[in-house]
């Protein structure tokens, strides 16, 4: 009897276990023509897989190392969600929405308190016209607390922004 109740939640689904996401770490390529582009990861051994799903902040990580979660498929990998793990030299950067406090920028980078940047001039002027993009800053933490800016990169420009230009293959 317990063995025919055992068997029955198998099947109903309440004793399936959770599934979890695949994943895959590699390199970001993108080729083809700005018509048609393929975006893959090249992953250890030199495979490039394939990938799908929402890849418009993943296309503007080209040659930059992340780790894909979703899942794979016959084509190649259903991605869901990313994270950066080194921008090159073992660089990894903090991803989160450019804020403006006064005259002054900070990195949102969740439920914590903003981290202020501390920028060049130029950087700074770039960044002003940013304000609200998602974007992704590696630095060096300074005693007054600030962020100084060593890289930066934009993954989803501000709501309202038009779209960057399709990256070229020259």
Not at 75 to 96: K, M
Not at 127 to 148: D, F, N, P, R
Request: aromatic share 2%; proline share 6%.
């Amino acid at each position: 009897m317990v063995t025919a109740l055992l068997i029955a939640a198998a099947l109903c689904g309440d004793a399936a276990p959770a599934t979890e996401a695949d994943s895959l770490t590699g390199k970001v390529r993108i080729a083809g023509s700005s018509f048609r582009q393929v975006v893959s990861l090249l992953v250890k051994g030199g495979e490039a897989v394939k990938l799908s799903g929402d890849l418009d902040e993943i296309m503007r990580l080209q040659s930059i190392e992340i780790e894909v979660l979703g899942k794979k498929t016959d084509q190649g990998f259903d991605v869901a969600s990313y994270r950066i793990l080194d921008i090159g030299g073992g660089a990894r950067p903090v991803v989160g929405r450019l804020v403006q406090i006064g005259d002054d920028l900070a990195l949102r980078d969740g439920d914590g308190s903003d981290i202020p940047l501390s920028l060049p001039p130029r950087a700074k002027a770039r960044l002003l016209k940013k304000v609200g993009a998602k974007v992704w800053i590696h630095g060096k933490k300074l005693l007054t607390g600030q962020l100084k800016v060593l890289r930066y990169g934009v993954l989803r420009d501000p709501a309202g922004a038009a779209p960057p230009p399709p990256p070229t293959n020259e």
